[in-house]
């Protein structure tokens, strides 16, 4: 099978496995805080046996900025997908384009155009959407923890932008690390059951560890819209693992947010290269 056709079929598997981490957090029974300090833990320690001997780390800021924006992309996910429904914790996190199509100029002196501002007011709007079912005070706070965590990951991109010669790899585990470290004093709340810790296990060697290292292989290998179009397929498989898995249905309006939310996103990808050529 050639390369390319490997890379396809790596990165689609990669969209499952991160996919189906709002199932595996859902059925573990487990302080938000803890769950992420140990799935980190395990991650960690997953990606330095995987990468050893090609790990160089670099503590500038920049590089810790990274860190810290994924650390609290994978805090505040997991502590939303708690509170609320997978569906609105996954769809408000893919929000992150927005932020970073703002900050962009500013930080990193890339021009928005026009019709970002237009993607903008889109994605906004199908983000207000998401707020217009009937919530809980704790699903009110799970939205409002899963727009955190669109900031967070802008700011992980936009850090990673930032470093010339960057490497993820360090830059997650240093977040994993950081996450761990966040989740420590919560790890003495009664302990989860077998099936809890099983569940640990796989978010944290598999869902967070080898799926990192399917991507990496493959998104050497692949376009930078293929990529973006097939890890899509997590926004909509997540919700509906958990649909099946665990009974969660979203409400009406957060599944019209998210088609506007997704297919924004979407359209802002595939634009560039729907675009034809100017003549000469």
């Not at 960690?44 to 090609?54: E, I, N, S, Y």
């Not at 962009?104 to 002196?109: E, I, M």
Request: charged share 10%; proline share 5%.
């Amino acid at each position: 099978m050639p390369d390319k056709s490997k890379a396809i079929l790596l990165m689609a598997a990669t969209a499952l496995i991160w996919s189906s981490g709002g199932l595996a957090i859902k059925l573990v029974e487990w302080n938000p805080m803890a769950i992420t300090g140990v799935r980190s833990l395990l991650a960690a320690a997953t990606l330095a046996v995987l990468f050893r001997g090609r790990l160089r780390f670099r503590f500038s800021g920049i590089a810790l900025g990274a860190a810290a924006g994924y650390a609290g992309l994978l805090i505040t996910n997991v502590a939303a997908t708690k509170l609320t429904t997978s569906a609105n914790a996954i769809l408000l996190a893919y929000t992150a384009p927005v932020y970073v199509a703002l900050l962009a100029p500013r930080l990193l002196g890339e021009k928005t155009r026009r019709s970002d501002w237009l993607f903008i007011l889109v994605t906004v709007g199908g983000m207000c959407l998401f707020f217009m079912d009937r919530l809980s005070p704790s699903g009110l706070w799970g939205n409002i923890i899963a727009v955190g965590t669109g900031m967070s990951y802008a700011a992980f991109t936009l850090c990673m932008r930032a470093q010339k010669d960057a490497s993820p790899v360090e830059s997650v585990i240093l977040g994993h690390l950081l996450t761990g470290v966040c989740g420590l004093p919560f790890l003495f709340s009664a302990a989860p059951s077998g099936s809890g810790w099983a569940g640990l296990l796989y978010l944290g060697i598999i869902q967070q560890g080898v799926s990192l290292a399917l991507y990496t292989w493959a998104i050497k290998r692949l376009g930078a819209l293929e990529a973006i179009l097939i890890m899509m397929l997590e926004p909509i498989l997540n919700p509906l693992l958990v649909a099946v898995g665990y009974g969660e249905l979203p409400g009406a309006w957060a599944v019209t947010g998210g088609i506007v939310v997704i297919g924004a996103v979407t359209l802002r990808a595939v634009g560039p290269a729907l675009r034809l050529p100017s003549r000469p």
